[in-house]
């Protein structure tokens, strides 16, 4: 009777040893997965933040050059400011039915990726 009790107390042990190291393991991915995408929100915040400024520094010159071709600056920054709202519209109107579903399952593959 005792050896059925000390069996029984050892597979209690490893099961918990078990079901412990199982939590181990799913708090490591869960990190590792956390940190690999939130490494490349950084990524693509930084990326985002260098096209925005590249963006501001040619458009500036682009209004500036039209200007100058006009004789008109303020026509040029007017002309140059229409052409960013026609794309920000398409990009709105794009964005709904075509880019958010890539984008949502490029974020939800990276994050179910296996190693």
Not at 23 to 35: E, L, P, T
Not at 46 to 68: D, K, Q, R, V, Y
Not at 89 to 112: Q, S
């Amino acid at each position: 009777m005792n050896e059925v009790k000390e069996s029984a107390d050892n597979l209690l042990d490893t099961i918990e040893d078990i079901l412990e190291t199982h939590r181990d393991i799913m708090v490591v991915k869960f990190i590792q997965r956390f940190s690999t995408s939130a490494s490349v929100a950084v990524i693509g915040m930084i990326g985002l933040m260098i096209l925005l400024l590249t963006l501001i520094f040619a458009g500036l010159g682009f209004s500036f050059w039209i200007g100058e071709a006009l004789d008109d600056t303020k026509a040029g920054f007017l002309i140059v400011g229409g052409v960013y709202l026609i794309l920000l519209l398409v990009t709105v109107l794009v964005a709904k039915g075509f880019l958010l579903p890539i984008i949502r399952d490029l974020i939800i593959n990276k994050i179910y990726e296996e190693d």
